[in-house]
């Protein structure tokens, strides 16, 4: 017997849209260089109307716009939930999610996001794992479209990272500190630029090259050959009416009858990490990035080794003492994806299921997912197949 193209592989843990779909489109409109409704209705819809997907449009007006609509909506009435923005939205969308009452069922409820921002890393993840050609702006847009009109989607691992202020937040991308923040963060003022942002961006952070003190530990991955991915975490049992407190930080709010997934990994923040943890010998970085999907912008293939859901972070740093130049060198041999074969004795990658950075005082950019976060001691641990997204095979 063949597979028709619309089936999934056997044994795989793939399902199908429905037809007729019905797709929340989520879209920003002032995201990347601001032209992801143009984009829409000229490279996508056209697209959807002949899959039989029928697309539900919400404008965000504000930022958590997005987290607000997924947290209060009827998610009944939809087959899947489209982001048509940059990273920064399906961040809002994810946490928005996991702040229902509902979250465990609404966390199946498969997401799409289509290239609407500068830099498209997930778009771009999910483009490599289906197997295309390398591509940005209308290509990429086109390719992730094709992608949901197929209507395949699957399990993809979350990270949940718990600050000492007590935050709790969970990220699909990845988390960062020092000179990849830093880019992130200070070409936002270069939006409209699209994705070129970034290249101004690293040379101006280059030539002000800054070290950055702290203490980098992690948990690593198991390396046994055979070794299962990490399973999903149980949920927390209920006590009195609230779950308690993860890892010695707060549960967001909204979490109600549902516990949100235990960081059963980790230990207070206040507290020594496990004597089973590596500690990082260094304690000045130019830059940490844990990053659980392939790409980190569309032109970056930070790790090529990473999948949906393998259960792993996978941790790069960066130490102290790297030149100008061999710095710039690993930032374009990652457009191929050939920076750790540079064998720079700075850059160290490790996959890990766990991590803490505890930076020395405030000074400092953090982002999670692209977003920037207050610079204060931080962990996070992966927790396996936690949400759905439309994908390629």
């Known amino acids: 017997a063949t597979l028709s193209p619309l089936s999934p592989r056997p044994g795989a843990s793939y399902g199908v849209l429905p037809r007729p779909c019905r797709a929340l489109v989520l879209l920003n409109p002032q995201s990347g260089a601001g032209r992801a409704l143009e984009d829409f209705q000229a490279v996508v ?8 997907i029928a697309p539900s449009i919400f404008i965000t007006e504000r930022p958590h716009h997005a987290q607000e609509k997924v947290r209060d909506e009827d998610l009944s009435q939809w087959d899947t939930l489209v982001v048509m923005s940059g990273d920064g939205l399906l961040h809002e969308v994810v946490n928005g999610l996991l702040e229902r009452p509902d979250w465990e069922e609404a966390m199946k409820k498969p997401l799409c996001i289509l290239p609407g921002g500068s830099g498209n890393a997930l778009a771009a993840s999910i483009n490599y794992y289906a197997g295309n050609d390398h591509g940005t702006k209308k290509k990429l847009l086109t390719n992730c479209t094709f992608i949901l009109c197929k209507g395949l989607h699957t399990q993809m691992d ?3 990272l718990s600050t000492a202020s007590g935050k709790r937040l969970f990220s699909f991308l990845g988390f960062g500190w020092g000179f990849i923040a830093d880019v992130d963060i200070d070409s936002e003022k270069y939006r409209r630029l699209g994705n070129a942002r970034f290249t101004l961006g690293t040379l101006q952070c280059l030539a002000r090259l800054r070290v950055y003190q702290g203490r980098l530990s992690y948990l690593p991955a198991a390396t046994e050959q055979g070794t299962p991915p990490a399973p999903r975490d149980p ?7 609230r779950a308690p407190s993860p890892a010695g930080t707060e549960v967001p709010g909204g979490c109600g009858e549902g516990a949100l997934p235990a960081d059963t990994l980790l230990v207070p923040l206040g507290q020594p990490v496990p004597a089973h943890w590596v500690v990082v010998p260094e304690e000045e970085f130019v830059c940490v990035y844990a990053i659980y999907q392939s790409h980190l912008g569309s032109n ?18 960066v130490g102290a003492g790297i030149s100008r130049v061999a710095l710039l060198k690993i930032f374009l041999a990652m457009a ?8 720079c004795p700075h850059l160290h990658y490790v996959p890990v299921r766990a991590f803490r950075l505890e930076p020395w005082g405030s000074a400092g950019i953090m982002t999670v997912d692209g977003e920037a976060l207050a610079c204060e001691p931080v962990q996070g641990q992966v927790h396996g197949r ?8």
Do not use: E, W
Request: charged share 15%.
């Open 45 to 52: 819809q056209p697209m959807l109307a002949d899959a039989d």
């Open 158 to 160: 979350l990270v949940s």
């Open 235 to 241: 949920p927390v049992p209920i006590a009195n009416g």
């Open 300 to 317: 970056l293939l930070m790790a090529p080794m990473a999948r949906l859901h393998d259960g792993c972070i996978h941790l790069f740093y």
């Open 336 to 343: 191929r994806g050939t920076h750790l074969d540079l064998n």
């Open 386 to 393: 936690l949400c759905r997204i439309v994908s390629g095979s």
